[in-house]
């Protein structure tokens, strides 16, 4: 699977977010909780360079809580401040503005010492298509001042949005690698929804997410499907035996693979089978 995603209006993005950088006093990255790597666009770390950076760890609520901390305390490790978040009911967000303050409070203290008083904070939000970014600008604004949209790449062109007196966002669109750098990127994308179905082949998708389940959340595929994975165990194996106590029979006794793919899809993404986090630090040691 070798997926090319990089329209030209991601290129132009690229450059957009390079020459505004110079406008803002930090960067605020947007990424799925459930994904922390997946959802991270790598070409940003060079990008930002040394401006202060806030992780904002997105869909907080359908991902591992304790693998939120882990996460969490990975970011900072690396000098991220990080903020756990649900744009989608806004909790999490109100901290947003604080925590902004307190990781730009010796900057701050500077304009007042240079007698810039009323000076507001500058802070970029990025963050790839589909990681909730739009509908985290609009919950801290508090009005919808975003464009959002479920399909991929909807935020167009530079938008300054006004927090409160001492603090306005840019919201960039969102932006893409040119190519992902490996198959599981792009299956973990599509587990999530940020990769269209129409482009996938549902029963592979499936095949690697119940091999994921089955290795890192056993116990989530026991109570749902009834049915107790073995260390190892291959993904259609385990989509085959779901299938199979679902009842979901062709003819001749065949598991209707296809039917139970899209049902462990859409009880993943609705948050029926729990919440989970398929990555974590480890996956980034070579």
């Known amino acids: 699977m070798d997926i090319q995603w990089y329209p030209g209006h991601m290129t132009k993005t690229r450059r957009q977010i390079q020459a505004d950088l110079k406008l803002v006093d930090l960067v605020a990255e947007v990424i799925d909780a459930r994904i922390p790597i997946s ?3 790598p070409d940003l770390d060079e990008l930002v360079g040394e401006k202060p950076r806030l992780m904002i760890l997105n869909r907080a609520d359908q991902a591992d809580g304790t693998m939120n901390k882990v ?17 989608r009911d806004g909790k999490g967000v109100s901290q947003f503005p604080v925590v902004i303050r307190s990781a730009l409070k010796d900057k701050i203290a500077q ?5 810039l008083v009323g000076r507001p904070v500058r802070a970029m939000v990025v963050g790839i ?13 508090k009005k919808k001042s975003a464009k ?39 299956m973990h994308l599509a587990f999530t929804g940020a990769v269209k179905d129409e482009i996938m082949d549902l029963e592979t998708l499936a095949c690697h997410l119940m091999e994921i389940l089955g290795r890192r959340y056993p116990q989530a595929l026991a109570a749902r499907y009834k049915v107790e994975p073995q260390s190892g165990q291959p993904g259609w194996e385990l989509l085959e035996a779901c299938g199979r106590k679902r009842g979901f029979l062709v003819s001749g006794g065949e598991v209707d693979t296809e ?22 630090p480890e996956d980034l040691e070579p």
């Open 39 to 41: 959802s991270r666009n």
């Open 71 to 87: 996460w969490g305390d990975w970011f900072r490790s690396r000098g991220c401040w990080v903020l756990e978040t649900n744009a």
């Open 111 to 115: 304009w007042k010492a240079k007698g």
């Open 129 to 141: 298509p589909n990681v909730g970014k739009s509908t985290f600008i609009n919950q801290v604004a």
């Open 148 to 186: 959002a949209g479920n399909r991929p790449g909807v935020t167009r062109g530079k938008q300054w949005v006004n927090v409160d007196a001492g603090l306005d966002l840019l919201d960039t669109p969102g932006i893409l690698w040119p190519k992902f750098e490996d198959e599981t990127t792009g």
């Open 259 to 280: 039917r139970m793919a899209r049902i462990l899809l859409e009880e993943y993404r609705s948050g029926k089978l729990g919440c989970f986090t398929l990555e974590s």
